[in-house]
């Protein structure tokens, strides 16, 4: 297996050199990079391993082959109308299926494709007007950044996909009001990038256009299962336990996703992950609502929830505020928004720490 970190700058696709090609985060701890590199993984052609978060603290590292990645940049281009006319600006890192989709939908539309770097707000909006973006794609804690420091959106740019987490309302409208033409998505490494996204800027009840290459079901307690030729080949699960193994996790061409869902036709809304459900005193709580709810309330900073084991009541929460105006508020807003048997514990200031898509640990 060829091993590398970096796949733009090649100025190619990852399959065109043939073999298969391993991308990890730079940030992934040294103890589970050795396990990566010493593992013995299948001798699978045309494909590329990325790494996502597994259970229990272990690791995944999903094999997507050239023909997963072209269906969902297809599927994508078709969705976007993605022409001849259009240049991509990519932001996101190219370990991740966000970043990785955007070199394939270039290539495949034969069209410019622009690489930031690392992430810098106003360094983007240079980016984007320099080369004339027509296309990007943001996580959340890119659109705050630029909402923060009152950066209007480039003339040319015509569409922004957000993903990799929940975008607050609030922070979209304020976004929107700077001109940023942000289109809502959800999608999932195993799906190759992305499963539905919204059709445009005005799209916000939260039900979201399925992508035409997917087909979609909900199983017995509503969680989202996926069919089609963009999903995973299989991954090789890497555990606490110092074992390691290759699998299949779909059943009869579908996957199950940890997320929760609602389907009405061609359309997906997603609800929360499953491990987002937490018992609080015996009451089933959801974090990602709360912490939603709370930063919609919080305009002068990002915050984040924790959990901290607790003997008698399951769990118990903390609020992270990234500076003192932002707790301030977050006190404020706190009675309102958690309910009495779920209040945090504490609200704290510190630095919230985020992984390169912008997702916070839990714990």
């Known amino acids: 297996m060829r091993r590398g970190l970096d796949l733009w700058r090649e100025g190619c696709p990852p399959w065109e050199s043939g073999g298969s090609l391993l991308l990890l985060n730079p940030r992934l701890a040294p103890v589970w990079r050795n396990r990566v590199l010493a593992a013995e993984f299948p001798d699978l052609a045309d494909h590329v391993w990325l790494g996502t978060s597994g259970t229990s603290g272990g690791l995944k590292i999903v094999a997507l082959s ?18 001849a006319a259009d240049v991509w600006v990519n932001t996101l890192p190219l370990f991740h299926v966000g970043g990785l989709g955007i070199v394939v939908r ?3 539309a034969g069209v410019p494709g622009h690489y930031l770097g690392d992430w810098n707000a106003a360094e983007f909006v ?12 943001l996580v959340p804690a890119q659109v705050h950044d630029l909402v923060a420091a009152g950066l209007p959106a480039p003339e040319r740019l015509r569409a922004v996909v957000v993903g990799g987490g929940a975008l607050d309302n609030g922070l979209r409208e304020r976004a929107e009001s700077l001109g940023w033409p942000l289109l809502v998505s959800y999608g999932l490494t195993e799906a190759g990038s992305q ?7 005005a799209q916000h009840e939260g039900w979201l256009p399925l992508l035409g290459h997917l087909e979609a079901r909900l199983d017995g307690e509503g969680v989202l299962e996926l ?30 996703t940890s997320d929760r869902a609602e389907l009405r036709g061609g359309e997906l809304r997603v609800l929360g992950r499953l491990d987002d459900l937490v018992k609080i005193r015996g009451e089933l709580v959801d974090l990602a609502a709360l912490e939603r ?3 919609g309330r919080v305009r002068s900073g990002r915050v984040a929830l924790r959990l901290t084991p607790d003997e008698r009541n399951g769990f118990s929460l903390r609020v992270v505020a990234e500076n003192q105006t932002a707790r301030a508020e977050a006190q404020g807003a706190s009675e309102d928004v958690f309910p009495a048997f779920a209040r945090p514990e504490s609200i704290v200031t510190a630095t919230i720490v985020r992984n390169a898509l912008g997702k916070t640990p839990r714990y």
């Open 66 to 83: 050239r023909r997963a990645l072209e269906a969902s940049a297809r599927a994508v281009n078709r969705h976007l109308a993605a022409g």
């Open 106 to 108: 270039a290539a495949l």
């Open 126 to 137: 240079l980016k984007a007007e320099d080369c004339g973006a027509t296309l990007s794609a």
């Open 195 to 201: 499963v539905a996204t919204a059709r445009s800027e």
């Open 227 to 256: 069919r089609g030729p963009s999903l995973l080949t299989g991954w090789m699960m890497f555990g606490q336990d110092g074992r390691t193994r290759w699998e299949d996790p779909k059943r009869d061409g579908w996957y199950g």
């Open 293 to 295: 709810a709370l930063q």
